[in-house]
């Protein structure tokens, strides 16, 4: 007989009262992160949460690249960095580098940073175009001065100051990550069962979830139920029927082929992405393997071919047969329904050309836990909650349509992603960057101006006017303070440590 | 690339939008006030906390300002079934500690909570109190305060400002002059011409130059209660000058790119819109709830509020805290709050309670701020 302190005798879930079990179901990151979440805020009338996961479905692995939102995230959840380090296998990293995206053969590079303070209140940017030093944008940016030496120390010091500038965030074998989140959530009282879900009770009259029912027979009742079932969105997708808004027009890439292998030397302390003939190829550095993917379009590129370019760009011995995945880009209209709340691939995908898998299970998470329905299901809490979901999504569309936007590859894909219609606020965030240097931001929450400029700059946009009254500080003396700064970036970057010195030091295994 | 601007108006909104264009512009292009009709009445105007950023930039002293009036330490509201509600800026509770609301809302389901005002030194001088000498510092640094100015003197202090800061003062205004639907200029009382690249209404209304509410289309801007007119208590026109004044300059006009500023500009403009509105609303309603206009930001705000006790997130005009007062006085109450407050923020709240009573003096006819 189930033991789990959730009911499990089929009784009808609750419309009102408290929270008393929590039902997730899937494991992965997107599980383990929620159910040690739920468990560490630990809601007064909580009794039980339980995390159903089936040992013969796998998952997905894309997100083993993240954004440094996962560090505060970590932190709050009471994680020991070195232990994550060391038991995912983590790399740190500091960026995306982007080849090939241009169509010129160069790179540019994302850092998790900005390029230095306002100058007399403006943006650096106005600067930095006036002096005509747009090209040389990351010269500007700590992050991506240690990114191209390959060194990295942690931000240290003074908020305000160069050495605390800048950010980062990890790269980790996802399913490790999740076992050492299902250690630390099992300790912190989530109960693990193993078993496939194969029926979803949904009450008739309530529309709510009732009980989950395993293959051996199990039933599992609760009365909040989480969606952690990946692409196939058991509970919201399959149970509740919430619609799918597909992005697919606008994102057209739909497969990726996935596969580990051998590193070679250094570890490069970022991500790579490298455009390819109808999509683009992902280089992720672990301490033992490389993470390797190739996105593309199958509308554009066969499976075989897309194979073909993802094997042909491996830098050392495959470690595993290549994985193919499917999906489409887009999200639930309804990330809450009833009584269940869907995070992570059962609430939408976006590619991982920025990285943003594992994000938006943090916004998923953190959102709930805002809005938990601790004494019950009030539709206002689920509509903001979806309100706030869909704007993450909309604003991280945005931002990696911009990268193919910007594009200036001659393929049939690329010209494609080129010519067609973006959505409106893009439209009008990229029309002003052109026309006057400014950068828009719709969602504070998202990617914020240097993430922007990063992309905007790096494909090799240059503003056609920058603010009047950047002319109102002498060129001389904003050459010397920007020539200062660069200098002092290069300094600091000198003192750093290489990246494999530092992760081989901080996960324990001695320099 | 010169730029010129010509501001309509007379009264203290546009005496105070020039005033900051110059300084924040710092010389660049040429900004020029025309007058318009008759200046504000006579009278007294209320200014916003944030009024204090604008005073420091103009560097008009403190001692300027309360000469000519008295501190404002919230908002006073007589109320259409008689007595009155206030909301004290400010923050409630110690800003060191646990979040307030949701502490509160919790300590006061059990019923273990003191009044609201309590927890605000800000209430406590809304109601009258004074602040001792002596007053703990970390209840101080919570004080927030906007001000109740001679609108007249006001006026004088900002438009002396404008002149040190090199605003001429042109003949009253005639009429606009226009090509197709551009404003190119203005023709004055005397016969002059002025010709200006952007055209700003800051008349608060009083002469409808241009047409309402347009933001900045084409050459023509307007701003303050010329733009939008708020019928509350609060004097967020005057907040709306503040903002309209920084981001004309963050979005200063570029050769051949107006369109894409000024859509800009409306972008940003309608999320300030969207939550004054809102606030506006909550504190119409305090008036008088059979007068209230439905605002579908302010239903999102009372349904988010009524049911988990949430607080605005969105940029505000206000700190959370102002919103707990005007959702509380409007009678809504947090349907499902989980749990009680922990015996720690229990402590943490009526030490708070203590802080506050102790910093301030309260006279005999002010008792009924602390419930006694």
């Known amino acids: ?511 | 690339m010169t730029l010129s601007i010509a501001v309509i108006g007379s009264g203290v909104e546009a005496w105070l939008y020039v005033s900051l264009l110059a300084r924040l512009l710092r010389g660049y292009g040429s900004v020029i006030l025309v007058p318009v009709g008759p200046a504000d009445a006579v009278g007294m105007i209320a200014l916003p906390p944030s009024i204090e950023v604008a005073h420091r930039l103009l560097g008009i002293a403190p001692s300027d300002i309360a000469a000519i009036g008295q501190p404002r330490h919230g908002i006073r509201i007589a109320r259409s079934i008689g007595g009155e509600a206030r909301i004290p800026y400010g923050a409630y509770g110690n800003p060191q500690g646990k979040p307030f609301a949701g502490q509160w809302l919790r300590l006061r389901a059990a019923g273990k909570a003191a009044p609201l005002a309590a927890y605000s030194v800000n209430a406590a001088l809304l109601a009258g109190a004074a602040l001792r000498r002596d007053a703990d510092v970390e209840v101080v640094r919570t004080i927030s305060t906007g001000w109740q100015v001679d609108t007249v003197r006001y006026r004088t202090i900002l438009a002396t400002s404008a002149r040190r800061l090199g605003i001429a003062q042109g003949a009253p205004f005639a009429a606009v002059e226009r090509e197709g639907e551009r404003a190119t200029g203005l023709r004055l009382a005397d016969g002059d011409r002025i010709a200006a690249d952007l055209v700003v209404d800051a008349s608060e209304g009083t002469a409808a130059l241009l047409d309402p509410s347009i933001g900045w289309r084409n050459t023509c801007v307007a701003v303050g209660s010329a733009d939008q007119r708020f019928d509350g208590p609060e004097p967020f026109a005057i907040a709306a000058i503040l903002s309209a004044a920084a981001r004309l300059v963050n979005l200063l006009p570029r050769p051949g790119s107006i369109p894409v500023l000024s859509a800009e500009y409306r972008r940003l403009l309608d999320v300030e819109r969207t939550a004054m509105t809102a606030a506006d609303a909550a504190l119409r309603r305090l008036v008088d709830r059979s007068c209230a206009l439905p605002d579908a930001a302010l239903a999102r705000f009372d349904a988010l509020y009524g049911a988990a006790g949430l607080l605005p997130d969105d940029p505000q005009p206000w700190l959370p805290d102002q919103w707990l007062s005007c959702l509380d006085m409007a009678g809504l109450s947090p349907t499902h709050l989980d749990g009680e407050a922990s015996p720690a923020a229990e402590r943490e709240l009526a030490d708070w309670v203590a802080r506050v009573a102790r910093s301030v003096i309260v006279r005999a006819n002010e008792l009924e701020f602390r419930g006694e």
């Open chain 1, 1 to 511: 007989m189930f033991s789990a302190h959730g009911r499990h005798d089929g009784a009808p879930a609750m419309t009102q009262g408290s929270i008393k079990s929590i039902v997730i179901v899937g494991g992965g990151a997107a599980g383990w992160m929620t159910a040690l979440a739920l468990s560490r805020m630990a809601p007064p009338a909580l009794r039980s949460v339980v995390l159903v996961e089936s040992p013969e479905i796998g998952t997905i692995g894309v997100g083993e690249a993240t954004l440094p939102t996962i560090r505060s995230f970590n932190a709050w959840a009471g994680l020991d960095e070195a232990a994550i380090v060391r038991d995912s296998h983590a790399t740190f990293k500091l960026g995306i580098e982007f080849r090939g995206w241009r169509g010129d053969g160069g790179a540019f590079f994302h850092g998790f940073g900005d390029y230095g303070p306002d100058i007399a209140g403006l943006a650096p940017y106005h600067q930095i175009v006036r002096l005509g030093l747009a090209g040389s944008l990351g010269d500007f940016s700590l992050p991506t001065v240690a990114a191209r030496v390959g060194r990295f120390a942690p931000p240290a010091g003074r908020e305000g100051t160069l050495a605390a500038s800048y950010s980062y965030a990890y790269h980790f074998d996802a399913g490790l990550y999740a076992a050492h989140l299902r250690e630390v959530a099992i300790a912190a009282g989530t109960l693990h069962v193993q078993g496939r879900v194969d029926h979803v009770a949904v009450n008739g009259e309530s529309g709510l979830i009732e009980n989950v029912r395993l293959d051996d027979g199990r039933t599992i009742a609760g009365d909040l139920f989480i969606d952690c079932s990946g692409f196939r969105a058991l509970l919201i997708g399959g149970a509740l029927g919430a619609a799918f808004e597909d992005w697919s027009h606008w994102l057209p890439t739909d497969r990726a082929w996935v596969v580990p292998c051998a590193g070679g030397g250094e570890i490069t302390p970022f991500t790579r992405a490298t455009a390819t003939t109808a999509g683009w190829r992902w280089r992720i550095p672990l301490q033992h393997r490389i993470g390797n993917g190739q996105v593309y379009a199958s509308g554009f590129q066969d499976d075989e071919a897309a194979l073909s370019n993802l094997l042909a760009g491996l830098e050392g011995a495959p470690f595993a047969e290549p994985r193919l995945l499917r999906f489409r880009a887009g999200h639930r209209r309804r990330f809450w329904s009833g009584n269940c709340v869907a995070i992570g691939l059962s609430g939408g995908f976006l590619e991982p050309l920025e990285s943003t898998s594992i994000h938006l299970i943090e916004r998923g998470i953190g959102f709930l836990i805002e809005r938990f329905p601790s004494t019950g299901f009030d539709p206002a809490l689920a509509r903001d909650y979806d309100r706030l979901m869909t704007q993450a999504f909309a604003s991280i569309r945005d931002f990696i349509i911009l990268h193919y936007r910007l594009n200036r590859r001659t393929e049939p894909f690329w010209r494609m992603m080129r010519d067609q219609p973006i959505p409106d606020a893009l439209a009008h965030q990229i029309e002003l960057f052109v026309e006057t240097g400014e950068i828009a931001i719709n969602d504070p929450r998202s990617f914020a101006a240097p993430s922007w400029a990063a992309i905007l700059f790096g494909m090799g946009l240059v503003p056609r006017h920058y603010h009047p009254l950047a002319d109102r500080e002498p060129r001389e003396a904003v050459a010397a303070h920007l020539g200062r700064g660069c200098r002092m970036i290069a300094d600091l970057v000198a003192a750093m440590p290489s990246h494999r010195r530092f992760v081989s030091r901080f996960a324990g295994e001695g320099a």
